[in-house]
């Protein structure tokens, strides 16, 4: 019985423990922010639009011919290709299957 009401007393001292912590650090952080010094905002640094000519920007990207796209046309056209591969599959399944009979062909 007394080793119960140790674990008890003990629970209920963890958990005042506990809430007074709770309390205090909430305590602190509401006054933090009520304080003068919270208040005061840091000036913003002043964005300005980033100036570059574009006629010099012409001469330091590479050049490049025009860009072959046969091999993405290919992999769509196989692409749909394999959705009606797969569909036609799919259909076939669901046809049902002609009677067997056990020992006959």
Request: hydrophobic share 45%; glycine share 10%; no cysteine.
């Amino acid at each position: 019985m007394n080793l119960i009401l140790q674990a008890v007393a003990a629970l209920a001292i963890g958990i005042g423990a506990m809430t007074g912590l709770q309390y205090g650090y909430v305590w602190a952080v509401a006054k933090y922010v009520r304080a003068e010094t919270a208040r005061s905002v840091v000036a913003a640094p002043q964005m300005k639009p980033l100036q570059f000519d574009t006629a010099k920007l012409g001469q330091i990207l590479p050049k490049y011919g025009p860009i072959d796209t046969t091999g993405g046309q290919r992999a769509w056209a196989n692409s749909l290709g394999h959705q009606v591969y797969l569909q036609n599959r799919a259909a076939a399944n669901m046809v049902p299957l002609p009677p067997r009979i056990h020992g006959r062909r």
